[in-house]
């Protein structure tokens, strides 16, 4: 597939990962975490707060740190790059690999789809660790496939281990799991399970090892054994056999796939079901990308943490396997599976006209361009369908949802107060600059906290309303309450009528009284 389309996919998603806020309860923990490990000379090791926070390996944190010098500060447009970008080296590791079974204009119909379904471009446009994983753990198996069809190279037998310590070193345990169930399934439904060894013997593994060895021994180092624990058997083994954080029953996946890769799921399910129905999977590849589907699902099924973002490396698997396939099916439910997804992006638009005041958010006439946008592309891909040209009817339904978040991007300047905290934080900062207020505080909403990042310094949580009071008679503080919370509290309402204070987004800014003429007062 031609370059220039990997820039058409790139640039209809700028506008979002230049004008939106980070989230506060991921995105923003993050760059709190990066801040306190620059402050404090760690770089194996990682604390949120002050307390141990062994959830991630480092590679992303370092990514975020070499944005920070790069840029001089966050930056969400650098930043997103490092999702973004593996985003679109997953579709091209894709594209590569059907290159031979497929035309150009199927793989970029494929490109579309997974580009679009739900998960995998959120995974793509919010700042995580997961894309990542999904690229090294794709680069690993095209590898392993390459060296089983015998395609491979001598530098494969370094860079198969290498792809996985770095799926590892991206997110966790699921970057070794994927990749070597995988492997063994297929070579099991192949009968060929004793070339395993051919494929990933004692050099691969001693490879994996040493890179694992290198990464232990640094935090053991900076950490010590208590970190390491942590990391090895509390953030894994626990979480695998019985979680502390995400503990999901046994067929969350089975609910969660259908949205987690809408609006094409219907068409993945139907197409593969019929292939297996009539024994269509007939070449190696086919084989591999159902192994990597099935083994996936059913061990992170049987895993005691779940989380709908952990099933990211099989989307692209669900994709391909579909285009594969897709060619050999004549059945009409193939194209009934399309019509549902279609017919549902032609009304969403038109509800979402309707019930637009029903969200506490501003209005913007970016949105009503985005609500018509959506509905043109898509009612213009019900009549692709309805004249029998389906792969163009996903093309076009797929570049309608790209061009409704191009569009509805330039409304988020708006938006953003009541998503995110850094307009009111920053705001906030300036104020207490000017005013010389050295106390922050937030009442009851989660990841305050995480404002550190705009404050330079920890924001203290109140727990209950006398507190709260007693904390604005002393003076020197600025304070954080959310919204919802005064309008749950008359006593807390009435309060706030009495203070100083600017509303912002979701929030109220409390404060003593400005001797300013460059601030509004709104008693």
């Not at 939106?20 to 923003?28: A, G, I």
């Not at 620059?38 to 707060?49: A, K, P």
């Not at 199927?106 to 580009?115: A, H, I, N, P, V």
């Amino acid at each position: 597939m031609k370059i220039e389309r990997y820039f058409i996919l790139l640039i209809l998603v700028i506008p979002v990962l230049i004008l939106r806020d980070f989230t506060p309860n991921n995105e923003l923990k993050y760059l709190s975490i990066v801040d306190e490990a620059l402050r404090d000379g760690h770089f194996f090791t990682f604390y949120h707060q002050g307390e141990l926070y062994a959830d991630k390996p480092p590679l992303y944190f370092w990514l975020l740190m070499l944005s920070k010098w790069i840029w001089g500060e966050y930056n969400m447009f650098g930043l997103s790059l490092f999702s973004i970008i593996p985003a679109l080296i997953s579709v091209y590791i894709m594209n590569k690999w059907v290159e031979e079974e497929t035309t150009t204009s199927l793989r970029w119909s494929g490109s579309l789809m997974l580009f679009t379904s739900a998960f995998f471009i959120g995974s793509g446009l919010v700042l995580r660790m997961d894309m990542l994983m999904c690229m090294f753990i794709l680069l690993a198996l095209y590898t392993f496939y390459k060296r089983y069809s015998g395609k491979g190279q001598p530098r494969d037998r370094f860079l198969l281990p290498f792809y996985i310590f770095m799926a590892i070193f991206s997110k966790g345990p699921i970057g070794f799991i994927v990749p070597l169930i995988t492997m063994l399934v297929f070579l099991l439904v192949k009968r060929d399970i004793r070339s395993f060894c051919r494929h990933f013997g004692w050099r691969e593994w001693g490879i994996l090892s040493g890179f694992c060895a290198i990464w232990f021994l640094g935090i053991y180092l900076e950490g010590g054994s208590t970190y390491l624990n942590n990391l090895l058997f509390h953030q894994t083994i626990n979480r695998a056999i019985d979680s502390f954080d995400h503990k999901k029953a046994f067929w969350y996946y089975g609910v969660t796939f259908w949205y987690s890769v809408a609006p094409w799921s219907i068409l993945y399910i139907t197409t593969i079901v019929i292939a297996i129905k009539k024994k269509l999977l007939t070449t190696d590849k086919e084989k591999l990308f159902l192994s990597a589907i099935v083994s996936t699902f059913v061990i992170l099924s049987l895993f005691s943490g779940k989380l709908d973002i952990y099933m990211l490396p099989l989307f692209p698997f669900f994709t391909y396997l579909t285009i594969l396939l897709l060619p050999k099916i004549k059945e009409k439910w193939i194209a009934f599976s399309v019509y549902i997804p279609v017919i549902a992006l032609t009304i969403a638009p038109i509800v979402a006209f309707f019930i637009r005041n029903k969200f506490n958010v501003p209005d913007s006439p970016f949105i009503y361009v985005a609500i018509i946008t959506l509905f043109i592309f898509s009612l213009t891909a019900c009549y692709l369908l309805y004249r029998k040209q389906m792969y163009r009817a996903i093309n076009c339904a797929a570049l309608g949802i790209l061009a409704t978040l191009f569009t509805g991007a330039f409304a988020l300047p708006r938006i953003n107060p009541y998503i995110g905290f850094t307009t009111m934080a920053k705001e906030a900062y300036h104020i207490c600059e000017e005013e010389n207020i050295d106390h922050y505080y937030y009442y009851k909403f989660r990841s305050g906290e995480n404002m550190d990042v705009y404050l330079k310094e920890e924001a203290i949580k109140v727990t209950n309303e006398d507190s709260l009071f007693n904390i604005y008679q002393k003076g020197d503080c600025m304070i954080f309450v959310k919204e919802k919370n005064v309008t749950r509290s008359p006593a807390l309402a009435n309060w706030i009528q009495q203070t100083h204070h600017e509303k912002i987004g979701n929030f109220y800014l409390i404060h003593p009284t400005l001797n300013t003429s460059s601030l509004y007062d709104q008693p």
